[in-house]
């Protein structure tokens, strides 16, 4: 199987697959259909282009204005950020919980139940990998005779015959791959520190208490699963669905074409929902791995972390300071769809000083895979 190689060695390979066929396990085939780049229509992009097992799974290429990701025409664009595929497979199937709240599924609005109907999109989407039909995505397959082999003897799929059990096997296959340990360690320095083989610095641990302090941050309440604070397999989400106001990307839609005043509905997008209040509303994502994993929010608009947080401070603080966005000089800019901000949340608490800033920021680098610290930047 893929295997990560020492930090240095792994950040000069270009993503490419290690496996050889034939494929022994379902995980291995799904990891070489995650570098197949005969599954899109000009045969020059994987799954691994817009999530890099380099850069976190995310992308890091910056073109477009360094928010999206461009399609196998080479021109294509979309309108949100591509997330890191790492930690995904922790995403429940998308559903209403108790209260009414629509929670996990796969893509920024949920619209994929799993990490398997996920993994399907991209290859048929016209400005991603491009495929017209899951046909032709098994007349590629079927091209290569360790493919015939291994769906025929680990899913019992003959694709050259049954594409509609082809395209299932290939899915699944893929999600396969997406829930090894190698998406998802565990080992940060956060994950060190719970096991009592790390230290935190007194920044990092300023930092860790802000973070789930439920009287000076509030962060935890979207970004935290478990009820303990010391739980090990925290991801780092709620899997719920907010709106929190971020604004347009504009720079990118330069780059995209989309309409400045164009407003992306978020969750009410997906087929699923139909309640006006879910307008405007994005999945939360993982903090895991965020440091190297920018640009951030579900437009990619703030190139920097610190961005980020300094963006939540905008809610608490009346200081004049604190309504501009650091990386532009101008206002943060609208609230695309004001009428469902989540203000319960994004109202809480004093306003952050640079030094309680500073601190948040340290601690979310904590949250960095071992194998990943090196593009940590100071």
């Known amino acids: ?113 799993d990490l398997a109907a996920q993994a399907g999109g991209p290859i048929l989407n016209p400005i991603e990998l491009g495929l017209a039909t899951e046909a032709d995505a098994m007349a590629r397959l079927a091209e290569q005779e360790d493919y015939v082999t291994a769906f025929q003897t680990l899913y019992d799929v003959d694709i050259t015959k049954d594409v509609e059990a082809g395209f299932e096997a290939l899915t699944a296959a893929l999600a396969r791959f997406e829930s090894t340990e190698t998406f998802q360690s565990f080992d940060s320095k956060y994950d060190r520190f719970l096991r009592g083989a790390a230290e935190l610095t007194k920044e990092e641990e300023l930092g860790r208490l802000l973070f789930f302090s439920q009287q ?38 330069s780059e995209n074409g989309v309409a400045a005043d164009w407003v992306d509905n978020g969750l009410l997008d997906n ?4 309640d006006p209040k879910e307008r405007g509303k994005f999945k939360t994502p993982t903090l895991r791995n965020v440091a190297v994993t920018g640009p951030y929010m579900h437009n990619g608009v703030f190139q920097d972390l610190r961005t980020v947080v300094a963006f939540y401070n905008r809610y608490n603080s ?26 319960t949340e994004l109202t809480h608490g004093p306003a952050l000083d640079d030094r309680r800033i500073d601190a948040l920021v340290a601690f979310l680098k904590t949250l960095t895979d071992s194998r990943y610290e090196a593009l940590l930047k100071e």
């Open 271 to 274: 087929p699923l929902v139909n």
């Open 1 to 113: 199987m893929f295997k990560l190689l020492s930090q240095t060695t792994c950040l000069l390979l270009s993503a490419v697959p290690l496996a050889a066929a034939p494929f022994k396990t379902a995980e291995e085939l799904g990891e070489a259909l995650f570098f197949e780049t005969d599954l899109s229509l000009n045969r020059t992009q994987s799954c691994a282009s817009c999530h890099d097992p380099n850069a976190g799974f995310a992308d890091p290429r910056r073109d477009a204005e360094g928010a999206f990701s461009r399609g196998d025409d080479g021109q294509s664009l979309g309108a949100r950020h591509a997330p890191t595929a790492a930690y995904a497979m922790l995403s429940p199937a998308f559903h209403q919980n108790a209260d009414g709240e629509w929670v996990g599924g796969q893509f920024w609005d949920g619209r994929a139940a």
């Open 318 to 343: 009346k200081a004049e300071s604190a309504q501009i966005n650091p990386e532009t000089g101008a206002p943060w800019g609208d609230i695309p769809v004001a009428e469902t901000l989540s203000e």
């Open 216 to 253: 000076f941050t509030n962060c935890n309440q979207c970004h935290q699963l478990r009820r303990s604070a010391m739980d090990p397999a925290e991801p780092f989400t709620d899997f719920r669905y907010h709106n929190i106001g971020v604004p347009a990307n504009l720079a990118g839609r």
